[in-house]
């Protein structure tokens, strides 16, 4: 086991446990190291597997692909969603809406009271108003800010001059070492703003062509063709570049040394290096840390032409987020390397498929590239069809027609269900806003009351959710 690699021991470690069949399953990060295609066959288990599975996961693909509820872990508090991640961003998107205005409702009502305090405390007359309104302030329950202390990574890539128009072209390329060639055959041209990922199977040598397009390795066998005014920007997933014994700040200051201090750390206080946090020593930070650092680098560059090694690795899911838009932003071409489907679907505009002995390209993103594929395997399929075959069929006229009349039931009940959910939701908003109404929270019994109310109408959200759930499971198991 020692001698497996990392991917080899989580496919290892997943096979010890699903052969236990447990009731259920907690999974920590499993799609770590994980190819494509095992990845594939891991969500479609799962997706089928008859206990309850619990995930913690960064990879956004797998979630919406897996789960059908999200708890976000947040500030001291757990928050439920119903649905898949990208369903779980637009609820989140909703509540934080709802959550400033009702933030700012508060702030106003509690500057009110502040006011009256500052200008009546003093005075005889309105001493006791202005003791009784301090009471308020204090017992009060007041919202925290829904932006909270969570700072985000903030960035973006320029370039100094555009390319050319062809940016590189590979004909008949062989990568790997001396005596080992890894993958050969692979021809395919670069464009100017192209955004290119490389896919395929571990070991296939992705990392080693984007090296070999670097000129940190020499091709075995075939030319590559540079444009004109091409300047490249590398993001190496080991970090290679990084010097251990550096600080954060001289790791930039001493590549870039006609900016001053104040500019550098500004640049490095972007990538959340703030305080003493830009002396540490490179060998110290962790993986997130050294990413960001990579990527700060890779900023100050300004080249016309990103060539990327996993830059999603190690990132948590907001500097996920930050660096996608960043490269959605940037006018230049980007080649890139990675096994987070989320990111490939967002980036991609092509999808190259590397194999040992070929290369081929998807004009689209990765959902295209599935689609693809799927189509190529039957019709792979189809045409290995041999003489006669014989095709045997099946009446399954009435075993269909009750299928139907089934899924027919299970959708109006949905409809139906779908009807009630946000008449629930909105009542459950409504009360939540009264709760913030300073005439209410100074009344005991009425914030009881509608304690009560809320609580029953919270218990029905989550019974008509699990109903909900429980009905797309049936319809599920009627279209297999």
């Known amino acids: ?3 497996l690699s990392g991917g080899q021991k989580t496919r290892l470690a997943l096979a ?44 956004r693909y797998f979630l919406d692909q897996v789960v059908t509820f999200v708890y976000e872990v947040s500030r001291h508090n757990v928050a439920r969603f119903v649905g898949n991640y990208s369903s779980y961003l637009t609820q989140k998107a909703k509540n934080y809406e709802l959550d400033s205005k009702k933030y700012e409702k508060q702030q106003e009502e509690k500057a009110k009271l502040e006011e009256f305090v500052n200008k009546n405390l003093a005075r005889a007359s309105t001493t006791k108003m202005a003791q009784s309104r301090r009471k308020v302030i204090e017992k009060t329950d007041w919202m925290d800010s829904p932006d909270g202390d969570e ?52 070991g296939v040598g992705k990392s080693t062509l984007l090296k070999t ?56 206080g972007r990538f959340l290096f703030t305080g003493d946090d830009v002396q540490k020593t490179v060998s110290t930070l962790s993986g997130g840390e050294k990413a960001r650092l990579a990527l700060a680098k890779l900023m100050l560059l300004k080249a016309n032409t990103l060539v990327l090694d996993e830059p999603t690795n190690h990132l948590d899911l907001d500097s996920k987020e930050v660096l996608e ?33 070929d290369a081929t390209l998807f004009l689209g993103d990765y959902d295209y590239y599935l689609e693809k594929k799927e189509e190529m395997e039957e019709l792979a399929l189809e045409n290995a069809v041999v003489e006669n075959t014989v095709v045997t069929k099946v009446n399954t006229s009435t075993i269909d027609k009750e299928a139907k009349k089934k899924e027919r039931q299970l959708r109006r009940q949905l409809e139906e269900l779908e009807s009630q959910m946000p008449t629930v939701d909105a009542e459950i908003t409504i009360i939540e806003e009264k709760l913030c109404e300073p005439e209410i929270f100074q009344d005991h019994e009425a914030v009881q009351q509608l304690q009560m109310e809320l609580e029953q109408l919270k218990e029905k959200q989550d019974n008509l959710s699990n109903e909900w759930l429980e009905l797309q499971e049936q319809l599920e198991e009627i279209a297999t």
């Not at 010890?16 to 594939?40: A, F, G, R, V, W």
């Open 325 to 357: 838009n960043a490269l959605l932003d940037f006018p230049g071409t980007i080649i890139f390397v990675s096994h987070d489907r989320y990111f490939i679907n967002r980036i991609a505009t092509k999808v190259i498929e590397l194999a040992s002995d």
């Open 1 to 3: 086991v020692q001698a």
């Open 151 to 202: 700072k985000s990574a903030s960035f973006g890539f320029t370039i100094d001059r555009p390319s050319g128009n062809d940016v590189l072209r590979l004909e008949e390329i062989a990568v790997g070492y001396p005596k080992n060639t890894v993958s050969s055959n692979i021809s395919f041209s670069v464009y100017k703003q192209d955004r290119i990922a490389l896919v395929g199977p571990n």
């Open 213 to 268: 397009i670097m000129k940190q390795l020499e091709a075995t066998g075939g030319k590559i063709q540079y444009g004109t005014n091409v300047q490249f920007g590398y993001y190496d997933q080991e970090q290679a570049a990084l010097t251990g014994n550096k600080t954060a700040l001289l790791e930039l200051w001493d590549e870039w040394p006609l900016m001053n201090e104040r500019d550098i750390r500004n640049v490095l």
């Open 16 to 59: 010890k446990m699903l052969l236990s069949k447990p009731d259920l399953l907690i999974l920590d990060e499993p799609t770590n190291h994980l190819d494509i295609q095992t990845l594939s066959f891991l969500e479609n288990y799962l997706k089928n597997y008859n206990g309850a599975v619990l995930i913690v996961s960064h990879d």
